[in-house]
């Protein structure tokens, strides 16, 4: 529209849930791993990147994906077929549907990072924009959510191979680092022990 500014215009954020791993470590996928409430990782996860602002929500599914679909109850899913690569498959799903779509960003959150809710994802969300690079930080240590504006997606995919996801890429890129240990932990648990710690 002639005469608008686009620094005014709010950028729509897709959220890109990762919960397609085996977890090998945790005897099985963490998609279906249930907190102390009962409620599985998959779809508190999911419902934090929904209530923290995402405009629309992807969760991307591999191992045991049946079982996991099922607990979304119909929410918005894709498989990836190549999980077994690493995260790099996974997330080249994820933002394959971004580009499909209208969102001018993604923030990609991890479905094994239970103490990281809504709070930590809106204030990732306020940094959202096309050039965008921003991750979350835990007392100055790079974590889960991360923010990527459009304007990376084209190279961030041609980067991605095996189980790194974009963790070179930002590195690199010099992302953003924006503290939110005020809110979480940011921890990924990865095994029964870390659970049962929680």
Same mark, same amino acid.
């Given at each position: 529209m002639a005469g608008r500014n686009r620094a005014d215009e709010r950028v729509s954020v897709l959220g890109i849930l990762l919960a397609a791993g085996q977890g090998t470590r945790m005897g099985q996928p963490k998609a279906l791993v249930r907190g102390a409430d009962g409620v599985p990782w998959l779809v508190s996860s999911r419902e934090a990147l929904v209530e923290g602002g995402c405009d629309r929500v992807v969760v991307v599914l591999g191992a045991e994906a049946g079982l996991a679909a099922e607990l979304l109850g119909g929410h918005a899913h894709v498989?990836?077929?190549?999980? %077994? +690569?690493?995260?790099?498959?996974? $997330?080249? #799903?994820? &933002?394959?549907?971004? *580009? =499909?779509?209208?969102?001018?960003?993604?923030?990609?959150?991890?479905?094994?990072?239970?103490?990281?809710?809504?709070?930590?994802?809106?204030?990732?969300?306020?940094?959202?924009?096309?050039?965008?690079?921003?991750?979350?930080?835990?007392?100055?240590?790079?974590?889960?959510?991360?923010?990527? %504006? +459009?304007?990376?997606?084209?190279? $961030?995919? #041609?980067? &991605?191979?095996?189980? *790194? =996801?974009?963790?070179?890429?930002?590195?690199?890129?010099?992302?953003?680092?924006?503290?939110?240990?005020?809110?979480?932990?940011?921890?990924?648990?990865?095994?029964?022990?870390?659970?049962?710690a929680t």
């Open positions: 498989v990836a077929d190549d999980w %077994g +690569e690493g995260m790099s498959a996974t $997330l080249r #799903a994820g &933002l394959r549907i971004a *580009e =499909g779509g209208d969102e001018e960003a993604v923030l990609i959150h991890l479905v094994d990072l239970p103490d990281v809710g809504s709070e930590v994802i809106r204030r990732i969300l306020a940094h959202a924009a096309p050039d965008a690079l921003v991750r979350a930080a835990y007392d100055d240590h790079p974590g889960h959510p991360v923010l990527i %504006g +459009e304007d990376h997606w084209r190279a $961030l995919m #041609a980067s &991605l191979g095996g189980d *790194e =996801g974009a963790k070179h890429y930002l590195a690199r890129h010099r992302a953003t680092l924006v503290e939110c240990a005020d809110l979480a932990t940011g921890v990924d648990i990865d095994t029964p022990a870390e659970y049962e």
